[in-house]
């Protein structure tokens, strides 16, 4: 079956949006695309186009004037495009529509969405318990599945432009706000596999959260300021956004690609993990130098000084601030080795939990945080980190990344 689905973008979230047209095409055939913009040029438009006909596909460049919303509020993360979604079910030429955000990627075949029952809304979208005003029922407008005939019928769209020009200054959530108070009750409510917020991990620290790398949902949604092409981020599946980002067309068109990122990457799969509190590491970036052939996963609970995230510029280096605690168990999983190098307090009982997993633990001297010998494997003088590095050399291959 064929799908409409549109997309709002501007100018300057070109890379975005192509990430999740590329995400589409990866496990769909035959789309229509409808891209509501004010600036994009009509170049891209027509070399993507191109490529699209292998896979039975279209891309239709919509354009909006901007002024349409000029004077709304706005913030570092809500612009006028936002608003361009309203118009989703006018642009179409079939009985549904679905609009997607830019900052999401697809990992799977929609068919099975669009072949939901509506029953009687017109709407489908998924629960967001921020979803606006500090209402805690709402949805996310991230993903909607829009009846397109009840929309026109009804004239939904000017209904929505006129809540809007009147209550676009007091909302909080912009287009979201205004879906949700429109709507209110009358949406159905989808699987939270169609709209799967990551990003919100990063207001929930403390909270347990589930590993997606193996199995993860229909529709991934960045949803918070917390984006996986930020310099840094705590957000699950970022790895995975830069796999399709990387994508060549050709690995699309032919359906032979990879999204294991670390493959694409050429990551070791000999892993050291460092979880610290401060900057102080004994010979970290000694270490990092000397053995290329491993892979530095640094976390930190906090913000990192400059000295620290300087080593991102190794190839072999990747690094966690603000770290999560599942993320600091995923770590672990997937290590070879803990260094207990950092000076300062011992994150997180760390130690405890390398060891349960049966992880190989080496430590200095004087950064040692147990005085039980045993629990290590490997303690040298701080004087002597060649003695470390040798050892590091010896070992095989232990755990897989990725």
Known sequence: MRKSIVLAADNAYLVQLETTIKSILCHNTEVDFYILNSDIAPEWFKLLGRKMEVVNSTIHNVHLDKELFEGYKTGPHLNYASYFRFFATEVVDSDRALYLDSDIIVTGDLTSLFKIDFKGHYIGAVDDVYAYEGRKSGFNSGVLLMDVAKWKEHSIVN??????????????????????????????????TYNYMVSV????????????????????????????????????????????????????????????????????KKSACILTWVLEVEHLEYLIKSLPEWHFHIGAPVYCASDLTKLSVYRNVTLYQSIIHNRIDWMLDDSTVYLDINHGAEVFDVLSKARDRGRKIFTFDNTRKSSDDSIYDGIFSVDRPDEMIELMKSLGNKNKIG
Do not use: M
């Open 159 to 192: 209904r929505l432009l006129e809540l809007a020009a009147e209550k676009n200054q007091a909302v909080h959530l912009g287009d979201q706000s205004i879906l949700n108070i429109y709507f209110e009750d009358n949406w159905l409510a989808l699987d939270e």
């Open 201 to 268: 991990d990063i207001y929930r620290l403390g909270q347990e959260c589930e590993r997606l790398d193996d199995n993860p949902p229909a529709i991934v949604h960045y949803a918070s300021h917390d984006k996986p092409w930020n310099t840094y981020s705590i957000s699950r599946l970022r790895e995975l956004w830069w796999a399709y980002r990387d994508l060549d067309w050709t690995e699309i068109i032919s359906r032979k690609f990879n999204l294991n990122y670390y493959e694409r990457a050429s990551q070791s």
